[in-house]
């Protein structure tokens, strides 16, 4: 059989939970950013003070012990936050696969090397038939010589380039 002072003690816990506890969650919620987090350490601090139950009881307002134990508690979890681990769901995290560029930047610096190898006339009809995607006729107007120039030139840099970047 309980004594009725421990069920005296337990029913006045229940009625302080019933009367503060959504006044509890609701301080935990502003002080943490997870309301999950807010409920659980809320629910921590009423497991420790049924635990201490008559030392809370005892003290001059026991509102204002729990309310401390609740900012006590909630600064606490935001100094292991630091070390604990979080899982996180698997769309969260960064995509693995992507790429990073590193393998067209060396590429392209190679190319560019190459490039500057050639020949100035070569060079210039390579550049404006595949950088800047001119038709031969625009570049034989741009560079005063014939069509069949530009793709003499286009076609003897190529090769030049194929034999270069294939060492």
């Known amino acids: 059989m309980v004594e009725a002072g421990g069920e ?3 029913l006045a816990f229940e009625d302080f939970v019933a009367a503060r506890g959504p006044a509890l969650v609701r301080l935990a919620r ?3 950013r997870d309301p999950d987090t807010a409920e659980d ?7 420790k003070a049924l635990l201490h139950w008559k030392r809370v009881q005892g003290a001059d307002d026991p509102v204002a012990y729990v309310n401390r134990m609740v900012v006590n508690a909630s600064t606490s979890f935001w100094r292991r936050a630091a070390r604990r681990e979080r899982p996180v769901a698997a769309e969260d995290l960064p995509d693995a696969g992507r790429a990073d560029g590193t393998g067209q ?3 392209r610096d190679e190319l560019l090397t190459a490039l500057r190898t050639l020949p100035t006339k070569q060079r210039t009809v390579l550049v404006l038939r595949h950088f800047e995607d001119m ?18 030139n286009a076609h003897r840099g190529l090769a030049a380039l194929r034999t270069a970047l294939s060492r």
């Not at 350490?41 to 497991?47: F, R």
């Open 8 to 10: 005296a003690q337990v």
């Open 105 to 107: 930047l060396a590429d």
């Open 135 to 152: 038709p031969d006729e625009q570049i034989a107007d741009l560079l005063d010589v014939t069509t069949g120039t530009v793709r003499s």
């Open 41 to 47: 350490v809320v629910q921590d601090v009423l497991a």
């Open 30 to 32: 502003g002080l943490l």
